[in-house]
């Protein structure tokens, strides 16, 4: 969905926008630096910005600031752990009764996934990756980035060897989050437009399946063994379960309004825990987190006011600590998870899409 701050309306698992990666540390007003890390970064894509904010969750602060061009928003880390790569797009912002006519015109040159190196925090090349790429997921053997373009209601198929398209996928309107499947032969991609998840066979891209999911899809997560998805809907206020061998919706589960939020649940990003028992679902406007226990597929907790509208979502390694981008509120939560209290916010300004936690390689 195009969106401006405190209207946008994406979300990935991993998350859309949140990632584990390792990265590189500098200056708050650096671009790049030589000097490895020397604890844990965070990443943050800034939507409304032109950069990607590095943050030091241990000192709680910004210490790097990385130019990567327009509008970045999906982003995720190279299966080597060498790169970071960010989706970006030169559509221009719009949002929910917005006339899109009298919005400027798109800047198509600015398209594409950014590739930042890790050993120098510096953007190293920018791959032609289909229309206005809003997400994104990584093949099992990382070569190959499943993009969707959300102008073109397609699924780009990006081979990072040759650095060329090698095949475009009609999937439905306005895709966005996209997950690749445990066994990596069946990538998946939520339609928000179209109210379902899209299943595409990675050797052949053929469809074969279709699941109907609650209204406006943002994300999509799986069980540790990969048997269960999780479909995010924002609109819909609820979780569709599906079986991903038979390829067929099983149940869903309803997030109930907490009497500390501001508005019902609009389920946006997913992050399972590391023991694979819960799900954490961002929450956007209602300002939260639902905690889902997988083996039941209930709701099982809730953590209220993280910030303003929680979107991207990711946990720690071990499992203590969530990091939600906060879009309207300009900041990055960290939380908790034994107290379900948000220990601290720390502003990176812009728009927060997406957020990640990596140790130093």
Known sequence: MRSGVGARSRALFYLGGLILISGMAGCEKSRSSGAPAAGPRLYVSDETGTEVVAIDPLARRVVQRIAVGKRPRGIRVSRDGTQV?????????????????KLPPADRAADGIGVIDLATSAVVRKYQSGSDPEAFAVSSDGKTLYVSNEDAGEMSALDLESGSVKAHVKVGEEPEGVTVGLDGRTVYVACEASNEV????????????????????????????????????????????????????????????????????????????????????????AKGVAIIDTVQRTVSGAIDDVGGRPWGIAISADGRQLYTANGPSGDVSIVDVATGKTDSRITVGGSPWGVAIANAR
């Open 85 to 101: 790569y960010v989706a970006l797009s030169g559509s221009p912002i719009g949002g929910p009764g917005v006339d899109e006519s």
């Open 198 to 285: 899209v299943a595409i066979d990675t050797g052949t891209y053929a469809i074969v399946a279709r699941l109907s999911t609650g209204a406006r899809p943002r994300s999509i997560a799986f069980t540790r063994d990969g048997s269960t998805g999780f479909v995010a809907s924002e609109n819909g206020g609820v979780l569709t379960v599906f079986d991903a061998a038979a390829g067929k919706v099983t149940g869903t589960i309803q997030i109930p309004r907490s009497a500390r939020s501001p508005t019902p649940p609009r389920p946006m990003g997913q992050a399972l825990s590391p023991d694979g028992l819960r799900l954490f679902v961002s929450l956007g406007r």
